[in-house]
């Protein structure tokens, strides 16, 4: 039998709150936390001030059977989460010799002379507290049982040194108290529809489903459908996704790249190693974007053989043969260019496919092209298409929707499905 | 006079508490306030749910005079912060109907049908709550003025959408707000130089320097140094800040890429509109990904040709006329293939420079050459120059690296700087 254990995650420092740095440690635990099924019901971070600290971890013991808090615990006199602990234990500090002779050890093989006399203050403890050695780093962690039956866990902010405690101590610790249940989850990922429409495809679903249940996270040119269950065994907890996530899928149809939370890219680097095509890449508009996505992909070399950035209309004439009609006509922002393009690519790389990409990325019109304006082709033995749109943001995002909106043709030309049509025919 | 402002950011979305992305957007945030004076004392992050929602605003109003909210004003079930603003003012919902025009207008132009009836919600305001039109994204932000003074925005999970409003409409009001006091800072940055480096360089300012103060930022490839200082006026605070920086940036030296918080690409682009010189990549490594960086910068067309992305052996050899004797000899990781690709780029587009990259990015060998093992070399008129070292790290990395170094080539010789020797030679 599980129970449910409830967990909050402390982030300490004043950096975190500054901005220096993204709370990271909390993204890392909350994905494992979850993964043994352990509910995180919330984060808060905190800087590095006592009182405040010390409220924040009250605040956290009154709402859940965990905390757990990252920082604090290093050797300098903003280090103040020990004595948070101690102050919320009402017990005074003790100092260990076990730590002491560790942190002695440790700063001799430095050679760096005389440990500063601060540094002894990591041998502090909380008395009643427990602490974990360090595999990596000075810093001890804290392990305080408080009188009503809460845990605080108290870990370096270091994310190497969390996680070395978190994988050694601290998620065996959970897993005992959680008791056997596990938590699984399966992403399906979707292109060329809106989180809203994908929403109301799965609006019964969502409402209905609690355990799977089901989530939707949208980002530039795609969106995720993710299902999660809790259940006493992976594979009790696997079964009761399997036929939740084909319902899904099923609804939403040849939007669908991956039931595997692939990328779209691997997914199109995956298609075309099982298919033995190759492909190549023309790109203004995206300046190497899309191909430096494919090549982000382990092994991608086995198909991917190269692109041709052509970000004026001398290269694309002079290295993908685009005819000067095109330039001189309908211009660079053109189906016939994305098509002339293409063409050129898969010629001069000898590919069996290949895509591009122009466009009016902005801030500014291109070619006549009003900012968003997008063209992508694929060309292969039996193919020829081209698509047009006009999408709307930023620089950044109109590039990052063609790359999504090409990578997309390769995709269903790959899986024989039908292409979409223009977003918005231009 | 400014007054003080204490700000809190809460992040919704239980997309967050399981770790499946970072509160990115608490890191932005929090720097930004930082900079115009406002205090942020606390972050919360909470899942989609109505009752939890509520609680943590509440406890963010009782010890802020602004709480900043992202996430959950999509159009779908889950977002529910509208609802949970509300609840908080204890007031009805309004529909607005210059919202709903905008949300109608703009599904038209996507040409996908009928707009799903969800999506109506996102027209809803909390009565007496302002809403802000977005100009990225469908979702409008909310405005509350509590009864008791405090403010609440709420703003769009998606970074790019809460980054416009921050910007056009929240930050300016939060300026007002702190009344006289400004916040400026500078961002120094340096290619070619770790950040113990840089520490060590500037200890000395470091520990005495308060306002302005100085902070070292390290991410992939580079580290910035931020001079921040805190004045009645502008003028002042630049007045304060100018000195600081000059001595920072002399001590630095050459590794100096910006003194203005210019990325390494924007200072090459400038660089080479103000020497009026052409560029164009020859990419194996990083497919692309040196181009794509190029031409992420607005009007890089006027200095920028093209690339020739070039992933396997036979493409170097026949777009850039890389020799079967290098090939078959040093191979395509080599300071040879590095010269005669920048050569093969340079000639093929001609461009006055070329700069190319080839590399093993992991996690398996190339071509004989162990991963992170990295060569990237500059052509042009009056110089050829390759450099070759091993990055550590994973694959993003070695290639994130590499383009760093290739674009520091172009810099040091558009600058008349010296190029650095191998990280390590190989």
Same mark, same amino acid.
């Given at each position: 039998m599980s129970r449910t254990v409830r967990a909050e995650i402390v982030g300490v420092g004043t950096e975190l709150l500054l901005g220096q740095i993204a709370n990271t440690n909390a993204r890392w635990m909350g994905e494992r936390l979850s993964a043994i099924g352990v509910d995180v019901l919330h984060h808060q971070v905190v800087g590095d001030n006592l009182g405040r600290i010390v409220e924040a971890l009250r605040l956290s013991l009154s709402r859940a059977d965990v905390v757990l808090v990252t920082g604090g615990?290093?050797?300098?006199?903003?280090?103040i989460t020990r004595d948070a602990v101690a102050e919320l234990l009402e017990v005074p500090m003790a100092r260990h010799d076990e730590i002491e002779r560790f942190l002695r050890d440790r700063f001799a093989?430095?050679? &760096? %002379?005389e440990m500063p006399?601060?540094?002894? &203050?990591?041998a502090d403890v909380p008395r009643g507290a427990r602490f974990i050695m360090p595999e990596i780093g000075s810093a001890p962690g804290l392990i305080a049982d408080l009188p009503d039956g809460g845990r605080l866990y108290a870990m370096p902010g270091v994310p190497a040194e969390m996680v070395e405690m978190m994988e050694r101590v601290i998620l065996p610790e959970l897993e005992d108290l959680v008791g056997g249940a596990v938590v699984r989850s399966r992403t399906i990922r979707c292109v060329g529809i809106g989180e809203s429409r994908v929403a109301e495809i799965l609006a019964d679903l969502f409402a209905t489903s609690m355990n799977p249940s089901l989530a939707y996270l949208a980002s530039d040119g795609e969106v995720k459908v993710r299902i999660t269950a809790k259940a006493a065994t992976v594979d009790d907890a696997e079964a009761m996704i399997a036929p939740l996530a084909s319902d899904v899928a099923d609804r939403l149809g040849? *939007? *669908?790249?991956? &039931?595997?939370?692939?990328s779209l890219e691997q997914a199109v680097i995956r298609s075309l190693r099982t298919s033995g095509l190759t492909l190549a890449c023309a790109e203004s508009l995206t300046g190497g974007g899309a191909s430096a996505r494919l090549t982000s992909v382990p092994g991608a070399s086995t198909v991917f053989v190269g692109a041709a950035v052509v970000y004026t209309a001398a290269a694309k004439r002079d290295i993908? %043969?685009?005819?000067d009609a095109t330039i001189a006509g309908?211009? *660079? *922002?053109?189906r016939e260019c994305a098509l002339e393009m293409a063409a050129g690519a898969r010629r001069v790389f000898g590919t069996d496919l290949a895509i591009s990409l122009t466009g009016a990325a902005g801030p500014e019109p291109h070619d006549g092209a009003v900012p968003g304006t997008t063209w992508v082709a694929l060309e292969g033995e039996h193919v020829a298409h081209a698509r047009g749109y006009v999408a709307p943001g930023s620089r950044e995002r109109v590039r990052r929707w063609a790359e999504q909106s090409a990578l997309d043709l390769v995709r269903r030309h790959l899986a024989g499905i039908a292409f979409p049509g223009s977003d918005r025919p231009i």
């Open positions: 615990l290093g050797p300098t006199e903003d280090d093989g430095f050679g &760096r %002379g006399a601060n540094n002894l &203050r990591q040849d *939007v *669908v790249f991956t &039931r595997d939370d692939e993908l %043969g685009v005819s309908p211009g *660079v *922002v053109s």
